[in-house]
């Protein structure tokens, strides 16, 4: 590998292994910024997906990230901050019309269906941290690995966004409602909490990861779908660590009650009355209290909405939340306080969940096309 290559920002390895069949290694490759995702790193990692699931001769795909802090830790902030501000200082108002955002949601969301939909055994080594887009690109592996450093985390609120990358769906499946407490605080998982919720499926020592390609290559893949990602869950099933508890699992009961309490206003209010000494409870709150009024309102919507039933619907319905938010919500403003400026102070508007209501709400979930001129109408369709 010459020096271009190994400074690319995804790396691509493909071993051979037994019978002829070869594993492919997807390596994200930006640690120093914790392998956030760009537009090129979703357009390499896309066209190379795809094209060894194609392959016949590629049994089995890996995702990874370089370094020992991060696989993933979300998306490219810093690029999507520069197209908001140029959009809105041209002053237009077609939320199509910012490219870099439109370009940059339609090919996160595709890259991260095609992971969820393909036939292929892929494993994602989910080490480190996994937040937003990282979760995007590990939620739909077939074999999704956490281990002793993993932290999980939908921490959008702070940024004046919401749960994207197919988590107003996977925010929905978390046990206990409490996906909802999740998406409005941002609060972190272990690995034992994240199997809990959904969003991991085992827990390995960071240190096997060697260990387990050496046995992907040596394994007689039978070149069945089916059975070469079953076989490949019962191999990883058998190095699985054993789980403690998390504070998710500890406090389900408490979580559970506060979702059930009814109006987005009571649930926010019945989480800002929490008075406990635990940490995580205590940084779920001031975390909420902090964030995004509308943020919350509208990942309060979307797990509500008609449009997040099915998968690919709700690609659908993020996209187009996702320009509106990008274009007239706090998501800029999110961002400049957190990474430009670096203030922490950000002037949300609306200021207050009262004032965020149904109705200011309902201006992100209109589409500006007709619904078979979606630009991601095909997601989904034989």
């Known amino acids: 590998m010459n020096v271009a290559e190994a400074e690319a920002p995804v790396l691509f390895e493909l071993r051979e292994g037994e019978g002829g069949r070869a594993i492919g290694i997807a390596t994200l490759n930006v640690p120093r910024t914790l392998n956030g995702l760009s537009l090129e790193m979703t357009r390499l990692l896309d066209v190379q997906l795809r094209r060894w699931a194609a392959d016949p001769a590629v049994a089995c795909m890996v995702l990874r990230g370089a370094g020992e802090k991060a696989f993933c830790a979300g998306g490219d902030l810093h690029g999507l901050y520069r197209s908001m501000v140029e959009y809105r200082e041209s002053g237009a108002t077609d939320v199509t019309a910012n490219r870099y955002a439109a370009e940059f949601f339609e090919e996160e969301y595709r890259l991260d269906y095609f992971i969820h939909t393909c036939p292929k055994p892929i494993l994602c080594w989910g080490h480190g941290i996994v937040m937003g887009g990282g979760i995007g690109l590990m939620s739909g592996a077939s074999h999704r690995v956490v281990t002793e450093r993993s932290k999980l985390a939908m921490p959008e609120i702070s940024v004046g966004l919401f749960p994207d990358v197919g988590g ?10 409490a996906g909802l407490f999740l998406a409005l605080t941002g609060a972190p998982l ?3 909490d994240a199997i809990y919720a959904g969003l991991a499926d085992f827990k390995l020592e960071h240190a096997q990861y060697e260990a387990v390609v050496a046995a992907l290559l040596a394994h007689a893949w039978s070149g069945d779908a089916a059975a070469d990602r079953a076989q490949l869950g019962s191999f990883l099933q058998g190095l699985a660590q054993p789980l403690t508890p998390g504070p998710l699992q500890i406090h389900a009961e408490l979580i559970e009650r506060i979702v059930s309490a009814g109006r987005l206003e009571q649930v926010v209010a019945a989480i800002d009355a929490l008075d406990s000494e635990d940490a995580w409870l205590q940084a779920a709150r001031a975390t909420l209290a902090a964030g995004s009024p509308g943020s919350a309102r509208l990942a309060w919507a979307l797990q509500r909405h008609d449009g997040t039933r099915t998968l690919a619907d709700t690609f659908r319905t993020e996209y187009t939340v996702a320009l509106h938010a990008a274009a007239h919500g706090d998501f800029a403003e999110g961002i400049r306080a957190l990474l430009i ?30 619904a078979a001129e979606h630009p991601l109408a095909d997601l989904g369709q034989a």
């Not at 107003?168 to 409602?177: E, I, K």
């Open 168 to 177: 107003s769906w996977l925010m929905q499946r978390v046990p206990g409602g």
């Open 190 to 192: 272990d690995a034992s």
């Open 341 to 370: 400026d670096k203030d922490r102070r950000p002037h949300w508007n609306p200021a207050t969940v009262a004032q965020a209501d149904a109705g200011w709400a309902a201006s992100f979930f209109q589409s500006p096309w007709p």
